[in-house]
């Protein structure tokens, strides 16, 4: 059979897939072999011996390819004669096999493992999303033997920004950062139903030009605000998130409102679920003012609404599937916004929309009821103005999860006490040179640095372990052909009808193949962090499997590319990564700081009203 590869997007990301990496990723050789898909092939030899068919109930349904909900991809367990399917066992590399054992594979698979599949699927497939029913097989990120989860949580020490006044324009109060509204609320210079009101009207105007936006919260976001002035006039202060607006990725779940995770499938779907990152922003006293575009199924930036685009250059869509929480904090709509990343969707839409934002640790951050791609590989993050707010973030959400058996609390140090004059810092060679001279003029010794590993099918491990997942939580969903009505084609639909022919025993290589890259990542780690690109594949790949944290700093701009005019304000942005090793969030974190304590790329405001002289968007779905 003839491999071949082209460009494909794979989980929440565009990637391209050398053809390499996808040989590299089939060849895993052994196999448990689970045939309902595989004898209707063309590929067929003809036998005398007598054959079992899994034929399905209604073949008329069969050969439209239309097995619809009332009978989702169920077949008999007829014996017929038919000839064996070479052609399946071709796909699980199998060829080993001589005839006598296919068939008997065969007979063994339609006596013994469908039953076991069937009840399975009946057991814990009946709703899809991943929202129920975990699995027990739990990825821990962590290096250290000793676990830290009951460790005492340290109260961290804040800056208080000095002098800090009410702007006369909206425009200015909406690009400040968390700690600077916070200084607000609490001088009484600016109550949260009027800093709410502010978001609200952005969110309005903005997020149909941006397509950013799936539901706005307008109640509840009034209802929290005076709540949080309420305890403020009573002298009852929560923290820092007390009174901010902010915004969540669309398959976080908030009862009473649509969670739609992108996908036509599930436009209407209302969760009576409280997740638990929202239950926690709750209890800081921030105020959810909208729900933002995830891609379809998290995956990519296309939804059932359009395609989110990018602030910096409104032509250009966002990429990744947190594109709504990428662009929204971009463009000032919200102060800080909630996304996710399971391979690039927080890393690439920040690094398009040019904001700062931490993908944590693995397993920092809860992830109960927010939908679920991979459990091993699922990560929620903040976007934000600044580093300095995404440790204000990741300190109200962090924690253990109680039904998230992948929580933990991890260690997470001060980012304000570290002594950055003590770290070794690496720098690869597609790093920012920017960020190391600012950082080697702070003090920190900055040296040349290579992550070094010998495995050689990274990308093909992470498609593997991230497609099976995701198959498993949307079981229901392909076998009831709701994949048909899929925003893009060419995404979830083909890599997760491939996912079927993985079989389990090449599933569980993948893991001991990932088992042996973290091992080689933890004894090469040698630096306290690192810098280097965002937003590569292999990176994106590496950080994904392992488990480690990247903090996506804007580093400056360029010019857009076939630019309409000399003088047009579109950009694109330029960023870099700065990561560490699991639980080291505070040391990234601490050397964004750092960088952009000197630097004011983190504050630039994209033209989303001006694009300058000379500069009309073509074609653009929606006016300005």
Not at 587 to 597: G, N, P, T
Request: charged share 20%; net charge neutral; with cysteine.
């Amino acid at each position: 059979m003839a491999c071949y590869a082209a460009s494909e997007k794979g989980g929440d990301v565009f990637f391209p897939i050398p053809a390499r990496s996808v040989r590299r990723s089939l060849r895993l050789p052994m196999f448990v072999l689970v045939f309902t898909l595989l004898l209707n092939s063309n590929c067929v030899s003809s036998y005398s011996s007598g054959y079992w068919d899994f034929t399905c109930n209604n073949s008329t349904d069969m050969e439209r390819g239309k097995l619809g909900p009332q009978n989702p991809g169920v077949c008999s367990g007829k014996a017929t004669h038919l000839p064996v399917c070479e052609c399946g066992f071709k796909m699980l590399d199998s060829c080993f096999l001589n005839k006598n054992k296919m068939l008997e594979i065969e007979k063994g698979a339609n006596d013994f493992n469908i039953p076991i599949i069937r009840s399975n699927r009946m057991l814990v497939a009946s709703i899809d999303g991943g929202l129920h029913k975990p699995s027990c097989l739990v990825f821990n990120s962590a290096w250290k033997a000793r676990q830290l989860e009951h460790e005492p949580n340290k109260k961290l020490n804040y800056p208080s920004p000095a002098g800090i006044q009410r702007p006369k324009s909206d425009e200015d109060i909406a690009f400040m950062s968390i700690l600077e509204l916070g200084q607000l609320l609490k001088a009484n210079l600016i109550t949260s139903v009027e800093l709410t009101g502010i978001f609200l009207k952005r969110l309005k105007r903005y997020g149909p030009v941006l397509e950013s936006v799936v539901t706005i919260t307008e109640e509840l976001a009034y209802k929290q605000a005076k709540e949080a002035d309420q305890l403020l006039a009573e002298g009852k202060y929560l923290g820092p998130l007390h009174g901010i607006p902010y915004g969540l990725k669309d398959i976080i779940a908030v009862p009473n409102y649509t969670t739609t995770w992108g996908s036509t499938s599930f436009k209407v779907q209302v969760l009576d679920i409280e997740a638990w990152v929202y239950k926690r922003l709750k209890s800081a006293g921030a105020v959810l003012v909208a729900k933002l575009v995830t891609g379809s199924l998290a995956y990519d930036d296309i939804w059932f609404g359009g395609r989110t685009r990018n602030p910096w250059n409104i032509e250009e869509y966002s990429t990744g599937s947190s594109a709504g929480p990428a662009s929204c904090t971009s463009a000032g709509l919200v102060p800080f916004a909630i996304g996710s990343e399971t391979s690039g969707s927080i890393t690439y839409p920040a690094s398009r929309c040019g904001v700062t934002a931490l993908r944590p640790t693995f397993g920092a951050v809860g992830r109960t009821g927010v939908m679920s791609i991979a459990e091993s590989l699922d990560k929620l993050g903040p976007f934000c103005r600044n580093s300095v707010d995404c440790v204000v973030v990741l300190d109200a959400i962090r924690g253990k999860d109680p039904d998230d058996v992948s929580s933990r609390d991890i260690s997470f140090g001060d980012p304000f006490s570290v002594d950055i004059t003590k770290l070794t810092v690496g720098y690869l060679e597609d790093a920012e040179l920017e960020v190391v001279h600012v950082l080697q003029s702070k003090g920190v010794n900055m040296v040349p640095f290579n992550l070094s590993y010998t495995v050689d099918s990274v990308q093909g491990i992470l498609n593997f372990t991230m497609d099976v997942e995701m198959l498993a939580h949307f079981d229901k969903w392909q076998r009831s052909n709701l994949d048909d009505e899929y925003e893009a084609q060419d995404q979830w639909p083909i890599e997760l009808r491939r996912a079927r022919a993985i079989s389990a025993v090449d599933y569980f290589q993948a893991q001991r193949a990932r088992g042996i890259l973290i091992k080689q990542v933890r004894e090469s780690f040698s630096v306290d962090a690192f810098i280097g690109n965002a937003t590569d594949w292999e990176k994106v790949c590496v950080g994904n499997l392992v488990g480690f944290p990247v903090v996506v700093v804007p580093t400056g701009f360029k010019k857009i590319s076939d630019a309409p005019s000399n003088d047009t304000r579109r950009r694109t942005t330029i960023t870099t990564g700065i990561y560490a090793p699991p639980d080291r969030d505070h040391v990234a974190l601490a050397l964004a700081i750092a960088y952009q304590s000197v630097t004011n790329h983190h504050k630039q405001r994209p033209p989303i009203d001006d694009l300058g002289p000379n500069d009309p968007i073509p074609e653009s779905p929606k006016s300005l």
